[in-house]
Antibody, heavy 115, light 112 residues
Framework: VQLQESGPGLVKPSETLSLTCTVS????????WSWIRQPPGKTLEWLGV??????DYSPSMQTRLTISSDASKNQFSLHLNSVTAADTALYFC???????????WGQGILVTVSS | DVLMTQSPLSLPVTYGESASMSCRST???????????MDWYLQKPGQSPQLLVY???SRASGVSDRFNGSGAGTDFTLTIREVEAEDVGIYYC?????????FGQGTKLEIK
């Protein structure tokens, strides 16, 4: 399985960050799919997960974050609104097993929030 | 949130020697199915993280048997036997029993 993140590398403060993860070599159906980010020089932060039926978010992101999936395109997406400089990070998409571990990762996409 | 604390933060090791690092959680990671929902990941320089160990002690597909995860409850250890150059990077533990899933701050393994 391969995952590839895509989207803008630069977003203005207060705007919405939108990223897409395209999955190849596996079907979205029957699996869980996560977004994880890593601010420069810092540790990893799990943002949320989506599957066929539902999504679950980190409470700290819940008011600003939406994760959705499109089985017809074999893609899932992240939409984070009202971004600030604190949202500047390397964003990864990952396949997540029922056991909660992330067994396949995208290469990551660096998103900078700046005017 | 469950806090994951790793030690040491920096681990200098000589080629061929063993390395050991620790991860401690603020809550027990044992679930009723008998599994500990604790994973180890390695992020090599310039790369995305890769899964090494899941359920505290199960090696992921393709991972060398030089990597051994152990522990129970709230205390876990990753041991690397005969360290090689390709093992350099930052090792993260992560718990997936409680949402939000949380990662430790990482242990940076470097060669002396």
């Amino acid at each position: 399985v391969q995952l590839q993140e895509s989207g803008p590398g630069l977003v203005k403060p207060s705007e919405t960050l939108s990223l897409t993860c395209t999955v190849s070599g596996d079907s979205l159906s029957g699996h869980f799919w996560s977004w994880i980010r890593q601010p420069p020089g810092k540790t990893l932060e799990w943002l949320g997960v989506v599957n066929d039926r539902s999504s679950d978010y980190s409470p700290s992101m819940q008011t600003r974050l939406t994760i959705s999936s499109d089985a017809s395109k074999n893609q899932f997406s992240l939409h984070l609104n009202s971004v600030t400089a604190a949202d500047t990070a390397l964003y990864f998409c990952a396949r997540t097993t029922v056991g909660g571990h992330h067994d396949s990762w995208g290469q990551g996409i660096l998103v900078t929030v700046s005017s | 949130d469950v806090l994951m604390t790793q030690s040491p933060l920096s681990l200098p090791v000589t080629y061929g020697e063993s390395a050991s690092m620790s991860c401690r959680s603020t809550e027990s990671l044992l679930y009723s199915d008998g599994n500990h929902y604790m994973d180890w990941y390695l992020q090599k320089p310039g790369q995305s993280p890769q899964l090494l160990v899941y359920f505290a002690s199960s090696r992921a597909s393709g991972v060398s048997d030089r990597f051994n995860g152990s522990g129970a409850g709230t205390d876990f250890t990753l041991t690397i036997r005969e360290v090689e150059a390709e093992d350099v990077g930052i090792y993260y533990c992560m718990q997936s029993l409680y949402t939000p899933y949380t990662f430790g701050q990482g242990t940076k393994l470097e060669i002396k």
